[in-house]
């Protein structure tokens, strides 16, 4: 194994100098941590358990001990050593004792396994049996959770129908006013009912959280806890809500067995952190993502806190404690951040700092609850008096940017509102946190969209966009909302601490944003935790998601000096080591190995070039394609098409895809018509309904038997546009390199087909395109000639140069006089047809791509005047005839035996094919995984599709004659590529 081998590597490297425990420990605690990381769990080192402190211990997410490892010195006698920490009481559950020549696994009190740790696989069994070990408590937990899980909704709605049935109750009535006052006058003075008793319900399924975690009633001293109680001993006697809760009673019971052993706040926070997580996702799960419900580990926090620290002290003269320093958490969650502050802060400046500059906001509801417990509980931790936190609001901190205090346009209670103004009237010198991730709704179906922020959004407009070159959908991503925010709140000097999404680093959409920050701040610090799935980073991420990460430290101060900006990829590979690293350099932040940055004139803060890819020749720009003027080798260009239905448009069969149109069109007209009789019995002839409207949502939303979507809603919907059908429009498309399906074209049914309709109006239009990846794009650039309608999926984020394109009445030559005059010049007489075929050849050349491997994910290709235009031309030609008409390539002899479908999903499968096949790749893949991925069996996502339509079948024996034949394609294109470079 890898991992196996890299120890050996870094072992051998330190012995060299030391052979002690301290010099020896450490690759082998990486080791652990990699094989800890796999499993989704952690490596926390020198946990003490009163007089015994084992050199690790593997934890999960919430905080059960997996197993424990020692560590000796060589000179050792390693038996000798084993008793002395057996007698001492080190727990023999699940233990590794080594020296780094021998290890000995102990499980229930039992030596199972010793080894030679030089044998790898030896090392690799010791490894494994430690890993499968089962903490017995972890799985009673576990299977616990599951089942509370999984019982939560249906405990949500018999609590519902409980309450209805209460409500009439004079007790429940007297209960529930006294709620709704103290809501109206602590949360919103127009809090609805439903809010109200969505709070009750979380209350009733989360109370017995807090009372067996904290072994305590002290959550009870929060004044909407206690209303909260009366309210539910109004809806439940004590039996009754036994009788209810009696299936996930053991849930409860694990939580309070398991607090025993959790030592301190730090772990019982987070603890409840990973709970709470849990059962959002279960409780509301649309909600959970919408607000980005993942819990920020202990390590960013503290690091977090204390870089922000040093840079006080260094940029200020400052601290966290100082007295006027104020700090505000503006999502705070379930207070994770500010509850660290407050154990940071030395208890001497908490009572002043806990009253007056401590802030922080939330808009969920349970989180809200749960926060404010959390900081109550702290304080009343360290100073030994209950206190209530009155700076924490419940309110959208984007919302406060569209008001101006004193305007009474909050729509709080008078509680709150005190509470929102007195935050307003701050003066923040630090902002810290962690704000939500997502950047739009996945899927319009979930109706379940952000919230629109005009003022927020018109100063992104008029900073991050306006001096940007790229195209800014994304731009407007909640975390880059949260950073134009806090850096217009901040005011002229102060700190912004986050840890966001990492794409602002170096994606194309962010190079506004990037001009911007560093226009506005004096100095800036980035810290790039990588794990970014999309691009392929293997390193690990340290929130278990698949965008990167980073720590962004921003100061604004008043100075005359430039803007410093200070850079670094954290050296860690896997999440563990990443937090153990975090966990040991918060407190010398500055003296971490940091790199300079001088951005560049595009915005650039990394990714930077120093070649002449400036002087080559655009394949094309908005100039040309808009018919301004002439300077691109094509006149026109576009993205394939986007559906953003594929599992309605497109498959393999296409009887299939007839039914899924009809059906499709059956329900869509329907709702049309529903929809007008609706306009019509509301009165709302006159009005002008955009796609974003709550009204319309919610209808729609009601039946959700399609998939809708933005553009479908705004273009034809709203537009009262009719869906036909005509079987002239299924026909074929290249969905993925090498891969064809049917296509529904038919007009409703296509979000986007951009201009591919110019390039192939009928499906017998003869055409030829060049597809390459599209600007932004993370995987290494690719290109494909395409004789058929591209998917903008083809590749990634495909953009598509067509040799012709058509009118009404004509075929039209795509190539410009200026691109053939420029040729010309270059080489002497050439046609466009020659210069097709040359950019293809240039756009497959390793040289090229290698040289210019980082301007190819910033801006569409140029291309440069190589010395032998007839071999690239020639090459070219060869090329894309091989990949347009792969399907009569010469099969490849392969025996694949006796193999079905789902074979295609084995690893073992790539197997098959020759080594070097695999080396033509698109992207990330071989030609001949895209082809594998393609056809295998996979879950279809949408439901209706899903339930009424199912798997298309296909034709095996001719997906293994294509594999064979794209072995052929992927062989000879590397032979011609090799022409090139002779």
Known sequence: MVEIENYYRELEELQSFSKNESSTRRPFENLLSSFARERNLSLVPEVSFGDIRPDGVVKDKFEFDIGFWEAKDLKDNLDSEISKKLEKGYPVSNIIFENSKFAILFQNGESVLEIEMEKAEKLEELLETFFKFENPEKRKFEENLEKFSEAVPKLVDEVRRRISSSEEKPKFQKAYRRLEAICQESIDRNISKSEILEMLIQHILTEEIFVNLFSTDFHKENN???????????????????????KIRNFYDAIKTHSVYLKGYREKHQFLNALYESFYKAYNPKRADKLGIVYTPFEIVDFMIEATDGILRKSFKKSLSSKGVQILDPATGTGTFLTQIMNWIPKRDLVRKYGSELFANEIAILPYYIANINFEYIYFQRTGEFRDFENISFVDTLELSQNQKGQGEFLFSEENTERVNRQEDSDFTVIIGNPPY????????????????????????????????????????????????????????GVVAFVTNSSFIDSKTFDGFRKTIFSEFSEIWILDLGGNVRKSEKDGNVFDIMVGVAIAFFVKRET????????????????E??????????????????????????????????????????????????GKEENAIFRNFSNG?????????????????????????????????????????????????????????DFLHLKNLIKWTKMIKRDKFLKNKKAIFSKDKIRHSLYRPFVKQYLNSNYIFIDLPAQQFDAFPTSE????????????????????????????????????FPLHTFTE?????????????????????????????????????????EKYETNLKQDLPRIPFYENFSLFSKVGKSLLELHTDFEKAKEFSIDFGKVSRKDLSKKSFINFFPKEALEYKLGNRSAIEWVIDGYKEKKIRDETVREKFGKSEIDFDEVLSLLKKVTTVSLETLELLRELES
Not at 224 to 246: D, M, P, Q, T, W
Not at 817 to 838: C, P, T
């Open 560 to 575: 005359e000096s430039p803007t410093k900006l200070h850079y670094l990829k954290n050296p860690e590979i896997g999440k």
């Open 224 to 246: 909407i806890a206690k209303i909260l109680n009366e309210l539910e001993i109004a809806v439940f006697s004590r039996n009754e809500k036994k009788a209810l809760f009696h």
């Open 765 to 800: 239009s003869e055409n030829v395109v060049i597809s390459v990846s599209g600007t932004s794009h993370s995987k290494p650039f690719q290109a494909l000639g395409v004789s058929l309608l591209p998917n903008l999926d083809l590749l990634e984020k495909t953009k598509s």
């Open 577 to 626: 080591n990443k937090l153990l690293w975090l966990q040991r350099n918060g407190k010398r932040f500055f003296d971490l190995d940091w790199e300079d940055i001088f951005p560049d004139e595009k915005g650039n803060w990394l990714n930077q070039t120093d070649n002449d890819w400036e002087e080559l020749l655009p394949m094309g720009t908005k100039e040309t394609k808009l």
């Open 438 to 493: 997502n950047a739009n709704q996945q899927n319009e179906n979930d109706n379940n969209k952000n919230l629109a922020y005009p003022k927020v959004d018109s100063r992104i407009k008029e900073t991050y966009v306006q001096t940007s070159s790229a195209q800014k959908t994304k731009v407007y991503d909640m975390y880059s909302r949260f950073y134009r925010w806090a850096t217009d709140r901040i005011g002229k000097s």
């Open 809 to 849: 009445n004509s075929k039209v030559e795509n190539i410009t006089d200026f691109a053939l005059e420029k040729f010309s010049v270059r080489y002497g007489k050439v046609i466009k047809l020659q210069i097709f075929h040359y950019i293809y050849a240039v756009l497959h050349f390793p040289e090229y791509r």
């Open 641 to 697: 098409i986007s559906t953003n239905r594929d599992e309605w448009v497109y498959d393999f069969d296409k009887e299939n895809l007839k039914r899924k149109a009809e059906y499709f069109i059956e329900k869509y007209n329907l709702e049309l018509e529903r929809w007008r009789k609706f306009i019509i019995d509301n009165k709302l002839e006159n009005e002008k309904f955009k796609e974003t409207d709550k009204r319309l949502n």
